[in-house]
């Protein structure tokens, strides 16, 4: 097993990319802390786990800092180490033009995309050091790279593209610590607000021709890449922004 008795915190572990991480890390021997800000939901996410024992939720707002420095604090009393982070949470808006976007919806995608992911980086840190091992996976998106034509993200891309960025200046600040940290960019997958879209078929083959790929991601695609970056094969990689995305940023279209 690659992840045999790790100790790993998924933050937004009830979504769907997040269960799917969840369930591959237990699959390979981890024990995994599900961080969300409802409790009940991710008691549910659980539910779909085969080895529900290696499965913990825990309830936490990551962009509160007293909540996040009591958890962490919790889990170690509990387990001793955290080995592995995989900062997953993250908010997207309905696209709308900057210009008519409310300040709190700016805020509230700045908070959860940079704060949040800065204040569970921060947290584990420490221990990381101490140690002197430990592997960070965050989970940006493919629109820190490119603009979607009538598709107005430029907040929401703006701060997955801060995050790519933020990887490789912790990658490179936590290295002589041997704490490790690389960013996965997914594409287009078949998870969260894009699933009601994916349902009407000919919007689905819209999508599906633009891909090099002809088909959308699942996230257990996404899943198997956070695995091996977590791993130990991947024990010689920092600082890297994988693309999972079906070979759309190679392509023009």
């Keep these: 097993m690659r992840l045999k008795d790790k100790v790993v915190i998924v933050t937004g572990a009830s979504s769907d990319i997040g269960i799917s ?3 591959r890390f237990t699959e390979e021997g981890a024990k995994v802390v599900l961080l969300g800000r409802k409790l009940k ?4 996410a659980i539910s779909s ?4 024992d290696a499965a913990v939720p825990m309830q936490c707002d990551i962009i509160n800092e007293t909540e996040v420095s009591q ?10 180490s955290i080995d592995i982070l995989v900062n997953n ?13 409310p300040d709190s919806e700016i805020k509230k995608l700045i908070d959860v995309n940079l704060y949040g992911v800065f204040k569970m980086t921060k947290a584990v840190l420490p221990s990381m050091r101490e140690n002197k091992k430990g592997c960070i996976v965050n989970i940006g998106s493919i629109s820190s790279e490119r ?4 598709v107005h993200l430029a907040v929401y891309s703006a701060t997955k593209a801060a995050i790519s960025m933020f ?3 912790i990658a490179v600040e936590y290295a002589r610590s041997n704490v490790r940290c690389n960013c ?8 969260g607000m894009i699933k009601p879209y994916l349902d009407d078929p000919e919007a689905r083959k819209v999508l599906e021709d633009r891909l090099p790929l002809n088909r959308v991601g699942e996230p257990i695609d996404v899943a198997n890449a956070a695995l091996y970056l977590a791993s130990d094969e991947a024990n010689w990689i920092t600082g890297i922004v994988l693309n999972v995305d079906g070979g759309k940023t190679a392509s023009e279209g």
């Design 49 to 52: 786990i085969d080895n529900k």
């Design 184 to 191: 996965i960019n997914p594409g287009i997958i078949n998870s």
């Design 71 to 80: 958890i962490i604090e919790q889990i170690l009393n509990k387990y001793g």
């Design 89 to 101: 949470a993250g908010a997207i808006n309905t696209p709308v033009h900057f210009d008519e976007m």
């Design 41 to 44: 939901t991710l008691e549910k």
């Design 21 to 23: 991480i969840v369930k």
């Design 167 to 169: 990887t490789k200046s």
């Design 147 to 150: 603009a979607i034509p009538r």
